[in-house]
C-alpha cells in the first residue's frame, strides 16, 4: 500500500523530531509509538493506511536517537522513559491534537502506559503492543537467563532460548559497512517474528535500508536501551490508574516479551482486554498482520 504523509520537524525542548501525518486532518486521531531504537517507518504503510481507511488521522513519528530525528549525548544528557513520553506530547502539541488514541509497540506501549497514567486527559484510549507493565523491571529475569539459572517464580518470564542465542550470536558479527549493519538488523527481526508466521524479510531489509540510511549516527539508537532499563518511580505508578479504554494485543510466540508480559499487563489495567494473536513473535513484519493490528485499534472505543 502506497502512503504518502505530510512531514514535517517539531521540538521537543532542544530536540528536532522527524513527523508524519496521514489522513483527514479532522478526523480522530491515532498517535503511533514504535518500540525500542526504531523509526516511525517501522508501522508499516499498510497499518497506516488501514487506519486511515477506517477514519482515522494518524500520526507518526521518529523517536528522539531515531531515524530523521536529533540524537543525544546519552553519557552527558541520560534520559527516561518520560522523557521519551515527553516527545510524543511534544508531537501532540505541535499538530493542535488534545487527546489522541495511543497505540505503542514494545517499548512504545510503555510510554503509552505512562501517558495514560501521568496525563489522562491527553489519552482518548490506549492500544499496547507486544509489551508489558511498564514498572516491571526485566534486569532480573534477564541476568538470570543470561546466567544459566533457573527462572524466579516471582519474575515475569525472560526471553526465549533462541532470542538469547542470536543475542550472543549477533555479538560477534561485524557492523562496519551498511551491507553488514543491515543484514544483522533483519537477522534480529527474522528472530523475533518466530517461526510460527511468515517473515516478510523483503519488508524487514528495505525497513532497515531505509532507517540506517536516514541517520547520522546509527549507533545512537541503542540509547533507548539504556532509557528503557531505568526503573523511575513515576514508572511504578499502579496502571489502576488508568482510565482510558484499553486493548492489550500480544502474540503466542513473543521470544522477547512472552505471553505472560502481555496477560500481566492487561490484568493491572481496569477494564482491559487482551487479545491474543497465536503464532505473532515480536516483529510486524509478517503478511497481512499489519492489518490485522490495524483493524484491532479500529475496534478500540474512545472516551
Not at 8 to 24: P, V, Y
Not at 206 to 226: G, K, S, T, Y
Request: net charge negative; aromatic share 4%.
Amino acid at each position: 500500500m502506497n502512503m504518502k504523509g505530510d512531514g514535517k520537524f517539531i521540538s521537543s525542548g532542544n530536540l528536532r523530531l522527524w513527523t508524519e501525518r496521514f489522513g483527514d486532518v479532522t478526523n480522530p486521531v491515532v498517535l503511533l509509538v514504535m518500540g525500542t531504537s526504531t523509526p516511525g517507518s517501522g508501522w508499516p504503510a499498510e497499518l497506516v493506511g488501514t487506519l486511515v481507511q477506517g477514519g482515522r488521522q494518524v500520526i507518526r513519528f521518529d523517536h528522539r536517537d531515531t531515524g530523521r530525528s536529533g540524537c543525544v549525548d546519552f553519557a552527558a544528557h541520560p534520559y527516561t522513559l518520560a522523557d521519551l513520553a515527553t516527545d510524543a506530547l511534544a508531537v501532540l502539541d505541535a499538530y493542535g491534537v488534545e487527546k489522541a488514541h495511543i497505540a505503542g509497540v514494545s517499548l512504545g506501549g510503555a510510554v503509552g502506559q505512562w501517558l495514560a497514567v501521568h496525563h489522562p486527559d491527553r489519552v482518548a484510549a490506549l492500544t499496547a503492543i507486544m509489551t508489558g507493565p511498564m514498572g516491571a523491571d526485566a534486569g532480573p529475569a534477564w541476568a538470570r537467563a543470561l546466567a544459566g539459572q533457573e527462572p524466579d517464580p516471582a519474575d515475569l518470564p525472560p526471553p526465549a532460548p533462541a532470542f538469547l542465542e542470536h543475542l550472543e550470536r549477533s555479538a560477534a558479527l561485524p557492523r562496519t559497512t551498511r551491507a553488514e549493519i543491515v543484514a544483522a538488523n533483519v537477522e534480529t527481526w527474522r528472530v523475533l517474528n518466530g517461526d510460527a508466521l511468515p517473515f516478510d524479510e523483503e519488508a524487514a531489509r528495505r525497513f532497515a535500508e531505509e532507517a540506517h540510511d536516514a541517520m547520522d549516527n546509527p549507533a545512537a539508537a541503542l540509547n533507548h536501551d539504556l532509557a528503557g532499563r531505568v526503573m523511575t518511580a513515576d514508572r511504578r505508578v499502579p496502571l489502576s490508574a488508568v482510565k482510558a479504554p484499553t486493548l492489550v494485543v500480544h502474540g503466542t510466540h513473543d521470544p522477547l516479551r512472552p505471553l505472560p508480559h502481555g496477560r500481566v499487563l492487561a490484568a493491572e489495567i481496569p477494564q482491559a482486554r487482551l487479545a491474543t494473536i497465536p503464532g505473532m513473535g515480536h516483529s510486524l513484519f509478517s503478511p497481512g498482520l499489519p492489518r490485522r493490528i490495524a483493524e484491532m485499534i479500529l475496534e478500540v472505543p474512545e472516551m
